[in-house]
């Protein structure tokens, strides 16, 4: 059976060409379980290699044909070949996480086969600690950060001693449950999918009716460059280029308490310490370049709002997803000014969206992002400003311990998507009591990526220092 793909979907596949891959990817960490023998990642391998069946959502690739009318549609994999998506690779020495890291960054480059489903799975040996690396990455017409997470945690466990948790591609018995119209497991037919999108469309054109008097709104608040939906005002800087495909990969992560820690001494969020960190790092990085702008660097930030009505933030309600164009004022000395300036920006923005319906949210946002999508795509990213100047983004994650058949899950690291204007991507998770920053960047147009790393310690370091702590 094949089912049209959503516009959403649709988008991100036709925007990727070979110096965009449209994939999000994940390092997770493992520590092995006690007693494990010489044979345990390969056993590893081959339990997430042997399914005895795979669940459709990891079966299906694109495809369009004179028979479809040229219009894109995801059909099953009637090929499909597992030791292509699930992989088993090793660390040349000395094994270090350098090397993990360098792998990671090669393997996240390659585009991924609209002939085959748009997943691969890699388990890695080799780190000279003795943990295991497993790297995934999935095409953003899949699944998105968030859904990725929630995949991930559903195959894992808190309890140390189960061993039936299955791959995450792997089929589950599901408790039986009325399923709402168009999910992407293959039940919808072409009629049911058109009817429910003809109803979520009018229902937005009648809730999208006010969008006038927000977007005037808006766009006074942006022409006074303060903070908004949208951004008029950010500069133009080394990150708003062109890329190459080739990728550089850096993760870490902190103790979620010592941002914490800085939150209540100032006043501030979890989330705005994280983006007081990417503030400090990238004015000391962009100093070091010589390439530091006099005005403050924007950051895209998404935020996740309640839905106010539900059924028209997605055909499932639930929440509608905004995003935040914050001021992360890079061109203030001061760390405590730069956090508190961006708490600032984060709530005026948050304001802003919480005047807004959940169609106007939707629909503010989609125009927020036109600028970056549109600049690259009629190749006027010379002459049209950028919008912002990177993304950062932080998914919540599991609060306690996991494991994998034993094996414990140490962290998990995301990797992004860098596009055209935007060749940086920050993006964190939280798990287990840490915060661990994973940041994509264009190999060429982001030199000595690595190097942001150090500086975010040292802006967690300069920030307890300026909270009193």
């Known amino acids: 059976?094949?089912?049209?793909?959503?516009?959403?979907?649709?988008?991100?596949?036709?925007?990727?060409?070979?110096?965009?891959?449209?994939?999000?990817?994940?390092?997770?960490?493992?520590e092995k379980p006690e007693g494990a023998g010489r044979n345990y990642?390969?056993?590893?391998?081959?339990?997430?290699?042997?399914v005895e069946q795979i669940a459709p959502l990891f079966l299906k690739h694109p495809h369009r044909s004179a028979r479809t009318a040229g219009q894109l549609v995801w059909q099953p994999d009637d090929q499909f070949d597992i030791e292509h998506h699930v992989r088993h690779s090793a660390l040349p020495r000395p094994g270090r996480i350098r090397e993990l890291l360098e792998l990671c960054s090669r393997l996240?480059?390659?585009?991924?086969?609209?002939?085959?489903?748009?997943?691969?799975?890699?388990?890695?040996?080799?780190l000279r600690d003795g943990r295991v690396a497993m790297y995934t990455k999935t095409h953003h017409a899949l699944v998105d950060g968030v859904s990725a997470m929630r995949l991930l945690a559903?195959?894992?466990?808190?309890?140390?001693?189960?061993?039936?948790?299955?791959?995450?591609?792997?089929?589950?018995?599901?408790?039986?449950?009325?399923?709402?119209?168009?999910?992407?497991?293959?039940?919808?037919?072409?009629?049911?999918?058109?009817?429910?999108?003809?109803?979520?469309?009018?229902a937005l054109a009648t809730e999208a009716a006010g969008m006038p008097g927000a977007l005037i709104r808006t766009l006074n608040k942006s022409v006074r460059n303060e903070t908004s939906a949208l951004s008029l005002y950010a500069p133009r800087t080394i990150l708003n280029q062109n890329i190459t495909g080739s990728r550089r990969f850096a993760a870490q992560d902190?103790?979620?308490?010592?941002?914490?820690?800085?939150?209540?001494?100032?006043?501030?969020t979890i989330?705005?310490?994280?983006?007081?960190?990417?503030?400090?790092?990238?004015?000391?990085?962009?100093?070091?370049?010589?390439?530091?702008?006099?005005?403050?660097?924007?950051?895209?930030?998404?935020v996740g709002l309640n839905a106010k009505q539900s059924g028209l933030a997605s055909a499932e309600g639930g929440n509608a997803v905004g995003s935040v164009m914050v001021q992360l004022g890079t061109h203030l000395p001061d760390p405590a000014q730069r956090l508190s300036a961006i708490h600032t920006s984060m709530k005026d923005g948050k304001e802003v969206l919480s005047s807004m319906t959940p169609a106007q949210i939707l629909a503010m946002s989609a125009l927020g992002q036109a600028p970056a999508i549109l600049g690259p795509a009629l190749r006027m990213s010379g002459v049209v400003r950028p919008p912002y100047n990177l993304i950062v983004s932080n998914v919540p994650g599991p609060r306690t311990t996991h494991y994998w058949n034993g094996a414990k899950l140490t962290g998990t690291y995301p990797l992004s998507i860098p596009i055209n204007g935007m060749a940086l991507n920050i993006t964190?998770?939280?798990?287990?009591?840490?915060?661990?920053?994973?940041?994509t960047g264009c190999r060429r147009t982001v030199p000595h990526l690595q190097v942001l790393l150090q500086y975010l310690d040292d802006e967690l370091k300069a920030l307890e220092r300026a909270a009193g702590i």
């Open 41 to 50: 990642v390969r056993e590893m391998y081959e339990q997430m290699r042997d």
């Open 271 to 302: 989330n705005d310490v994280v983006l007081a960190m990417v503030s400090g790092a990238m004015r000391t990085y962009l100093a070091d370049l010589d390439a530091l702008p006099d005005t403050t660097l924007v950051s895209m930030v998404p």
């Open 428 to 439: 964190c998770t939280s798990y287990d009591g840490k915060m661990c920053f994973g940041l």
């Open 254 to 268: 902190w103790p979620v308490e010592r941002l914490r820690g800085v939150g209540k001494a100032t006043g501030t």
């Open 1 to 30: 059976m094949v089912n049209p793909i959503d516009p959403t979907a649709t988008g991100f596949l036709l925007a990727e060409n070979r110096n965009m891959p449209m994939h999000v990817g994940g390092l997770q960490l493992f």
């Open 154 to 202: 559903s195959v894992l466990s808190t309890d140390p001693d189960e061993r039936n948790m299955p791959a995450p591609w792997a089929m589950r018995p599901r408790a039986p449950r009325e399923e709402a119209p168009g999910r992407d497991d293959g039940g919808a037919s072409l009629s049911d999918v058109s009817a429910t999108t003809v109803r979520t469309a009018l």
């Open 108 to 126: 996240h480059s390659t585009r991924l086969a609209w002939e085959r489903p748009l997943w691969e799975a890699t388990v890695i040996e080799g």
